[in-house]
């Protein structure tokens, strides 16, 4: 099994920046894609960004220019770090890992930006 922690959500102004962390532990084989995704509630859970085993990234439009999605395969773990943030950045963000050829998902962390 794979477990995947957290952290790194919080509060901040719009403009400010959040750095959120997914750490990747348990027995892992082989780690594919690791990503974020967002979800408010009633709504789908939406990519935000993600990145491949092999370097390739890929971001929502929402996303680009201000986020990056970064990876350290040495410590398995996915980052996303958060600027020029927004109030419509807020959001439950959630980590999703591609291991093991199986689907992991975090226990999600609040972001919420205020005005």
């Known amino acids: 099994q794979v477990q995947l922690v957290e952290s790194g959500g919080g509060l901040v102004q719009a403009g400010g920046s959040l750095r959120l962390s997914c750490a990747a532990s348990?027995?892992?084989?082989?780690?594919?894609?690791m990503g974020w995704y967002r979800q408010a509630p009633g709504k789908q859970r939406e990519l935000v960004a993600s990145?491949?085993?092999?370097?390739?990234?890929n971001y929502a439009d929402s996303a680009k220019g201000r986020f990056t999605i970064s990876r350290d395969n040495a410590k398995n773990t996915v980052y996303l770090q958060m600027n020029s943030l927004k109030p419509e950045d807020t959001d439950v963000y959630y980590c999703?890992?591609?291991?093991?050829?199986?689907?992991?998902w975090g226990q999600g962390t609040q972001v919420t930006v205020s005005s």
């Open positions: 348990g027995s892992i084989f082989s780690l594919n894609a």
């Open positions: 990145t491949r085993s092999g370097g390739g990234t």
């Open positions: 999703n890992v591609l291991a093991n050829r199986r689907s992991f």
